[in-house]
């Protein structure tokens, strides 16, 4: 047979198909295959991509898609009735199952040899249902009972793959009843094999673990401590990223986002007779310095006016960077293709030439999730129903997550489609774009506040909303891609440095639109590791502030925000406030044993390794501060896991933290932590920073 052979081919190749009777054979037989040409005769393809996606891309099938099946005497026949563009398509009725254990802890860290006390079944959010009688055995096969007499489409756990699983297979084996414990559709038991190994991975500069797997067979498994995009966009979106990518609701669930993105790239690069290549071939090419200094600059950044801003609007352009990939056909066999040397389709300031002739993998794929995305946030905007309201936001909220990071997919080395110069011209692209909206804007005599990479913030006295959408339509039509008015402020601050007060942050602000919408970026209430005390205080103080209707108002306001300041102190200092409410969580960005300073999130693995429990680089500790500037650093905090009754934070530390989140959102009016502590108490003190 004939296919392309290389992303760049512009005609076909003979090829050898080989076909297996099992595919878990195939990666063996490929390495095999290449050994056989001491790595240097053969080129194998296709020979990376799951059996399961692949028996979705050559029947041009997908999860949950409708079809009419028929019984024949050679099996099943069906006819697809649905369609993977589709928007309004049907979800079937799905039964959801909430399973939880309860352990009778024989120490502070539950481990697999303790017994379990008690198993909670809830049914499609309805009452819970304990199992809590009898022996262990008996509480195991009653949940298969349960199971099976509810006969859920999905089991929804919290940590189920880490520890839930795992542990309900061990207390099954112990109590000699594994060869029962049947909670697939299918009749498999589960054994010892049935949790695949975690691992950890780096990605974006960040490390991350991913827990191992627990499969069920008829069944879907979605452990949501280890699932991004249920996270995100809730069941609604887990099922439009399964359909549109083509994956199965297993895998889905626990997919990253660049994964989703290669597999409909997979599927279109097989519907286009395209082989995929073992190893990407595509060699970036060769730059000068000069050419990096001039080509590898990111996006154009318009430094922001420190202070506050009376009556501002802001203008986003939608999915900026897969438009521009889409617009002007970027893609690894685009980007200096050998056809079109002469092409005017050209890179800016490094003037590579992309192809004309035809239209490129990337571009094709992504104008799938950006078409799809763009009709799901107009019948969001156009929807009455406040549930198909809600469904359709859900669905383009997980099809942005596949257009955010299409982006940084295009310059990822193992990127099948990739391109280093691509993804260096997206962003020329974007500069000179974003260029082009600054100065249109200005010619309408609208004043750049702030801009960054795709968003605007203008100003215009007397300038009406519907200045602001003329002026969208005006960018769109001039540059071809689409530029929303995202909304108009009554006032916003751009806060400066916690370093140097006279320098302007990039993306550190907080404003009020007219609608009452709050914006905050790179305040405490953004922050992963922030103690929810923190957060509950910074956002009343948010809120406090959010009442002024300009900056005059704003001013006026800060004193209230003072008085709910001392509120939240109050509560400390009285003990009202949980453990819980105080708890830190640290990113372990390496393994406990890299680190060369005892840091909190150090302290608490050590402390958890004592107790049998090993912490993995990639994941997160929580922790709560006990005495933070004792000598001793195993004093200092405590893991979450390992608090008892009779642990008390360190209330000084708290204060410090709480003050500090303070200044950082007062800074505005010129607070520092110091004058945010005076101001609490009234008068003068002596430091409690020094």
């Keep these: 047979m004939e296919k392309y052979v290389q992303p760049t081919d512009n005609e076909k190749s003979r090829v050898l198909e080989l076909t297996v009777k099992d595919c878990r054979q195939i990666s063996s037989l490929a390495l095999e295959l290449l050994r056989m040409g001491n790595y240097l005769r053969y080129e194998v393809h296709n020979c990376d991509v799951q059996s399961d996606r692949s028996y979705f891309y ?53 481990g697999f040899e303790d017994p379990i006390a008690e198993i909670r079944l809830q049914m499609n959010n309805h009452e819970t249902v304990a199992i809590d009688y009898g022996d262990e055995a008996t509480k195991l096969l009653q949940l298969v009972y349960a199971v099976r007499e509810y006969d859920p489409d999905f089991i929804v756990t919290s940590s189920g793959d880490s520890f839930l699983f795992p542990y309900l297979i061990q207390r099954a084996s112990a109590n000699d009843v594994l060869d029962q414990f049947i909670l697939s559709r299918d009749p498999k038991s589960f054994n010892r094999k049935s949790t695949s190994v975690g691992h950890t991975y780096f990605s974006y500069g960040h490390t991350f673990y991913r827990a191992g797997t627990v499969r069920l067979y008829g069944r879907i498994h979605v452990d949501e401590s280890n699932t991004f995009i249920v996270k995100e966009s809730g069941f609604d979106g887990f099922i439009e990223i399964a359909r549109t990518c083509r994956v199965p609701l297993h895998t889905a669930a626990r997919f990253s986002i660049g994964s989703s993105m290669s597999s409909i790239q997979f599927y279109q690069a097989l519907k286009d007779d395209r082989l995929l290549p073992r190893n990407k071939k595509i060699p970036e090419a060769f730059k000068s310095a000069q050419d990096l200094l001039v080509g590898d600059r990111g996006g154009f950044i318009f430094e922001p006016r420190l202070g506050v801003h009376d009556s501002i609007g802001e203008l986003d352009f939608s999915s900026m960077y897969p438009s521009l990939m889409k617009k002007y056909n970027i893609s690894a066999e685009t980007v200096l293709c050998k056809c079109c040397p002469d092409s005017d389709n050209r890179i800016p300031d490094l003037g590579y030439h992309i192809c004309k002739k035809r239209v490129g993998m990337v571009p094709k794929t992504v104008d799938l999730a950006l078409t799809k995305r763009l009709t799901y946030k107009r019948l969001r905007d156009e929807a009455m129903d406040k549930r198909q309201r809600q469904i359709y936001d859900r669905r383009q909220t997980a099809l942005k997550w596949i257009l955010v990071t299409c982006f940084g997919y295009l310059g990822f080395s193992n990127s099948k489609f990739g391109t280093v110069d691509g993804h260096i011209g997206v962003c020329a692209f974007a500069r000179d774009n974003f260029l082009k909206a600054a100065h249109l804007a200005e010619a309408q005599g609208f004043e750049v506040v702030h801009g960054i990479v795709d968003s605007l913030w203008l100003k215009k006295p007397d300038a009406a909303l519907e200045d602001y959408q003329e002026l969208c339509s005006h960018i769109t039509e001039e540059i071809g891609i689409p530029i929303n008015f995202e909304g108009h402020y009554k006032w916003i601050m751009f806060l400066p440095s916690r370093l140097h007060s006279h320098v302007s942050v990039l993306n550190r602000y907080l404003g009020v639109m007219d609608s009452g919408k709050i914006k905050v970026r790179g305040l405490e209430v953004r922050k992963r590791d922030t103690p929810r005390y923190i957060y509950n205080a910074q956002t009343d103080m948010i809120n406090t502030l959010a009442e002024a209707a300009n900056t005059a108002e704003l001013y006026r306001q800060t004193p209230e925000a003072i008085k709910v300041l001392r509120t939240y102190r109050q509560l400390l200092l009285d003990g009202d406030v949980p453990l819980s409410d105080l708890m830190i969580s640290k990113h372990m960005s390496k393994e406990p044993r890299r680190y060369r300073q005892q840091v909190s999130q150090v302290i608490v693995a050590q402390q958890l390794a004592r107790h049998g429990l090993e912490v993995q680089a990639g994941t997160h500790t929580e922790f709560v501060f006990t005495n933070a500037a004792h000598r001793c650093y195993d004093l200092r905090v405590k893991a979450s896991q390992l608090i008892e009754k009779g642990t008390n934070p360190d209330t000084r530390k708290y204060l410090m933290l709480l003050y500090s989140s303070a200044a950082n959102l007062l800074s505005f009016a010129g607070y520092t932590p110091q004058s945010v502590y005076d101001a609490v108490r009234g008068q003068q003190q002596r430091s409690l920073f020094g």
């Design 58 to 110: 050559s029947r041009d099938l997908f999860p949950l898609a409708y079809a009419e099946v028929k019984t024949t005497k050679t099996g099943l026949e069906y006819t697809l009735l649905d369609d993977v563009r589709s928007i309004d398509y049907r979800v079937p009725e799905l039964r959801v199952m909430r399973l939880d254990v309860g352990v009778a802890k024989r120490e502070l860290i539950p």
